[in-house]
């Protein structure tokens, strides 16, 4: 067990090179979490950007029985997107520039999903939309297993956005179905 010498004091003084280093570790985090989070809304804006007839797009097509109303998908992305960039900022601070493929995957599945919103209320290509929608859910399921051997905590924090894209494919597919 290490021992601490001299007074304890907010100072820094007393303190032990590992407390040391954790608080310092601590204050540079915050930066990278902020970009995290910064790159998973920049996706989200992506979307909303390409497609600012979404909600009446959404409103005149054939759904199923079981298709959210509009106003439930801006609640749930959001959530969602925080939960998509916190978990790449857990990886990144466990493994630091050893993480590029899990990183490299998180952004891949990040492109696509930006690609999905304009593929799908921009240009009404509802069956690229549903190719898009299929490689997001195979990346963001890769890249969950990819980060859960890093960090347990961050492959966890991907299972509803995993949830929510299968729901999302399956939703795609039976709107593409309706209106073709």
């Given at each position: 067990?290490?021992?601490?010498?001299?007074p304890?004091?907010?100072?820094?003084?007393?303190?032990?090179?590992?407390?040391?280093?954790?608080?310092?570790?601590?204050?540079?985090?915050?930066?990278?979490?902020?970009?995290?989070?910064?790159?998973?809304?920049?996706?989200?804006?992506?979307?909303?950007?390409?497609?600012?007839?979404?909600?009446a797009?959404?409103?005149?097509?054939?759904?199923?029985?079981w298709?959210?109303?509009?106003?439930?998908?801006?609640?749930?992305?959001?959530v969602?997107?925080?939960?998509?960039?916190?978990?790449?900022?857990?990886?990144?601070?466990?493994r630091?520039?050893?993480?590029?493929t899990?990183l490299?995957?998180?952004?891949?599945?990040?492109?696509?999903?930006?690609?999905?919103?304009?593929?799908?209320?921009?240009?009404?290509?509802?069956g690229?939309?549903?190719?898009?929608?299929?490689?997001?859910?195979?990346?963001?399921?890769?890249?969950?297993?990819?980060?859960r051997?890093?960090?347990?905590?961050?492959?966890?924090?991907?299972?509803?956005?995993?949830?929510?894209?299968?729901?999302?494919?399956a939703?795609?597919?039976?709107?593409?179905?309706?209106?073709?």
């Amino acid at each position: 067990m290490p021992t601490v010498h001299g007074p304890r004091q907010g100072t820094g003084q007393g303190r032990t090179a590992r407390q040391e280093r954790a608080a310092a570790s601590g204050r540079a985090a915050w930066p990278s979490l902020l970009l995290f989070l910064a790159l998973s809304f920049a996706a989200a804006a992506v979307g909303a950007l390409s497609s600012s007839g979404s909600g009446a797009v959404y409103a005149s097509l054939d759904r199923p029985s079981w298709a959210p109303p509009s106003w439930l998908f801006g609640p749930v992305w959001t959530v969602l997107y925080a939960l998509v960039g916190t978990s790449a900022w857990l990886v990144q601070r466990a493994r630091g520039r050893r993480a590029r493929t899990e990183l490299g995957l998180w952004g891949v599945q990040l492109l696509l999903n930006a690609a999905w919103t304009p593929l799908f209320f921009g240009a009404r290509q509802y069956g690229l939309a549903f190719a898009d929608v299929c490689l997001l859910l195979l990346t963001a399921g890769a890249t969950a297993v990819l980060f859960r051997r890093v960090r347990p905590a961050a492959g966890y924090l991907l299972v509803p956005y995993l949830l929510w894209v299968a729901f999302a494919a399956a939703l795609n597919l039976s709107i593409w179905a309706a209106n073709t």
